[in-house]
């Protein structure tokens, strides 16, 4: 270990040899004055920016053959009209899903989720004014101990959910959007 008397010497030794090594260093730049930046310069300062590229790099560059222009076609374009689109195998096909689509009864979709709590009549109480306002609203009171959920419509989008939780929140200020299975009704398509 190095006695701390010692090490201040050393430390000045090297400040001084610092110093010494800066004062015999390159001269500083001079200062000049800021570069024109306005649009008009002078024709003497014009000449003097463009100055010939110190090497020609013109051989390194790719060159690239021009395009070759399309040869105007004067033959007319002869379009065939189908005769028949749906053969029978497909008909049969598009039957049986029409067929299978009539037996969805459910479809992912959104409820508004308008009550969540312990009380049941404050459940039934926002249940009666949603019904009273809105009477094409379909409501589905669940209870699952201790907890009753109201949940109010079925919406196949979040936009037609968004509109009616819009139209919903005055009445159930808690109201808010769940995902879920909600019962397709076939009569308004």
């Known amino acids: 270990m190095i006695p701390p008397y010692l090490r201040n010497v050393l430390f000045l030794a090297a400040f001084f040899a610092l110093g010494a090594c800066a004062s015999s260093g390159p001269a500083a730049p001079t200062v000049t004055a800021p570069a024109d930046t306005t649009k008009a310069k002078p024709a003497t300062t014009a000449r003097t920016a463009q ?18 222009e399309a040869a105007p076609t004067s033959a007319a374009k002869v379009t065939v009209t189908p005769t028949n689109q749906v053969n029978a195998q497909i008909e049969q096909r598009l039957r049986d899903q029409a067929y299978t689509n ?10 508004i989720l308008a009550y969540v709590g312990l009380e049941r009549e404050k459940a039934m109480a926002i249940r009666r004014s949603v019904i009273s306002r809105y009477p094409d609203e379909t409501d589905y009171l669940t209870f699952k101990q201790p907890v009753f959920r109201l949940h109010i419509g079925d919406y196949l989008t979040r936009l037609e959910a968004e509109q009616a939780m819009l139209r919903i929140r005055p009445l159930a200020p808690k109201a808010e959007l769940e995902s879920a299975q909600v019962l397709l009704n076939k009569a308004a398509y």
């Open 51 to 68: 100055a010939a590229p110190a090497e020609d790099l013109s051989r390194y560059r790719p060159t690239f053959p021009a395009p070759k």
């Open 102 to 111: 009539q037996n969805v009864k459910y479809a992912q979709g959104y409820r």
